[in-house]
Structures are given as structure tokens and as C-alpha cells.
């Protein structure tokens, strides 16, 4: 059964810092990656979809790694903003069912 | 890109009453849409998937009697709660996948509170 788990859990930083989002899963079977983004209340943002085949993706202040075989997947976001505050959510599709499997995700608080 | 809604976005009902939530694929053809339930301070959990003209596929332990699921086109899923009660409080979200990247787009969400 896949599992995902993302660290850390919270993280607070000033604006303007470079910071490294970590996501771990265990099934390494997958057809994508997403990365989301959750604001309170509010439904998902698709961030960025990195295919099974390739190793990163990137959007403006945004890139996404991805090493299928050891299970791991990186969001770097560059210059950050209070306006990236959110929670962001790792997500892999399951490879045969199309099923997509959440972990808890990472609270990220910018602070101006 | 792909653009997916969903109706109402929030909705009050009283307990016993059966409530209906519409998700669209505005400008795509979904093959398969997603059902999510979300509760506060959690992650979002897969209630059931459907594809057009066939039986949805529930997780175990969701009741299909109870959340009904129709996938009547290639644009239009609709979760019905029936019976509502107020343990069925929740963020209900839905996706919609064309097939091929097998990448889901999200609907933005419907509050549901049964009081």
C-alpha cells in the first residue's frame, strides 16, 4: 500500500528565502507526481506534474525532482512570498489504478 | 488548461435530507472523474471513481447506498449524500481525469454542513 509522507510537517520563513519542500513514498510503481497546493478552505492547485520518465519539472519560481526508484520527490520554490503560504501536497498516481494517494502535506507560512 | 467546477460550492441541509453536488469538465472529455471527502486538519481521502455509463468503484468503507454516484456524460459526475447526517460534514471535492498523462484536475470544492 502506497504511502507518502512529507517533511517537514510545518515550516515558517521569512520572505525571500529559497526553500526545499521533501516527499517520500513507498511504492515506487507510479504513471506521474504531482505537487498541489492547498489553501484553507479551498479546493487543490495544481502546481506541477512531473511524468514517471522524467526526472524534473519547472514553473517560474517552482522545481520539482523526481527519483522514482528511491522513492523521492523534491519541491524547490525560489525567492518565496507570503503569497506561497499554503499547504503543499506531494502526490503520486498510482501506477494500474489512477488512484492518487495524499500524505498530510507540508504547512508553509511566509512571513512578510 | 483544463478546467473542472463544481455545484453548489457550499450547501446547508438538515439531517435526514438528501443533497446533490454536480462536477463538470468545463472544456475536456473526463473519462474518469474522483470523488474526495476531506474532514478538517486531514488529508483528502478517495470515496469512490466512476467512468462514463458504468458503476462507480467505492473505497472500502464507503457506503454506496449512501453516497450515490452518477457519471451520466463525459462532462458531468453528481455525488448525491442521501440521508444526510451531520457526521457527513465535509469538504467534498471531485477530479476529473481525460485519460493519457493520467493527470487529475481538481474542482475547487463543496462545503457540505447538515445541521
Known amino acids: 500500500k502506497q504511502e507518502v509522507t512529507q517533511i517537514p510537517a510545518a515550516l515558517s520563513v521569512p520572505e525571500g528565502e529559497n526553500l526545499v519542500l521533501n516527499c517520500s513514498f513507498t511504492?515506487?510503481?507510479?504513471?506521474?507526481l504531482q505537487w498541489f497546493r492547498q489553501d484553507p478552505g479551498k479546493g487543490l492547485t495544481s502546481l506541477l506534474l512531473?511524468?514517471?520518465?522524467?526526472r524534473e519539472q519547472t514553473s517560474g519560481r517552482l522545481n520539482a525532482s523526481l527519483d522514482k526508484s528511491s522513492g523521492r520527490s523534491t519541491l524547490y520554490i525560489a525567492a518565496s512570498q507570503p503569497g506561497d503560504s499554503a499547504t503543499y501536497l506531494c502526490?503520486?498516481?498510482?501506477?494500474?489504478?489512477?488512484?492518487?494517494?495524499f500524505g498530510k502535506g507540508t504547512k508553509l507560512t511566509v512571513n512578510p | 488548461g483544463a478546467v473542472v467546477s463544481q455545484h453548489p460550492s457550499w450547501v446547508i441541509c438538515k439531517s435526514g435530507t438528501s443533497v446533490k453536488i454536480e462536477c463538470r469538465s468545463l472544456?475536456?472529455?473526463?473519462?474518469?472523474m474522483f470523488w474526495y471527502r476531506q474532514f478538517p486538519k486531514q488529508s483528502l481521502m478517495l470515496m469512490a471513481t466512476?467512468?462514463?455509463?458504468?458503476?462507480?468503484?467505492?473505497e472500502q468503507g464507503v457506503e454506496k447506498d449512501k453516497f450515490l454516484i452518477n457519471h451520466a456524460s463525459l462532462t458531468l459526475s453528481t455525488l448525491t449524500v442521501t440521508s444526510a447526517h451531520p457526521e457527513d460534514s465535509s469538504f467534498y471535492i471531485c477530479?476529473?481525469?481525460?485519460?493519457?498523462?493520467?493527470?487529475?484536475?481538481f474542482g475547487p470544492g463543496t462545503r457540505l454542513t447538515v445541521t
Open positions: 477530479s476529473a481525469s481525460a485519460g493519457g498523462t493520467y493527470e487529475q484536475y
Open positions: 472544456d475536456f472529455q473526463a473519462t474518469t
Open positions: 466512476s467512468n462514463e455509463g458504468s458503476k462507480a468503484t467505492y
Open positions: 502526490v503520486p498516481t498510482q501506477g494500474g489504478s489512477e488512484k492518487l494517494v
Open positions: 511504492d515506487s510503481a507510479i504513471y506521474n
Open positions: 512531473i511524468q514517471s520518465s522524467q
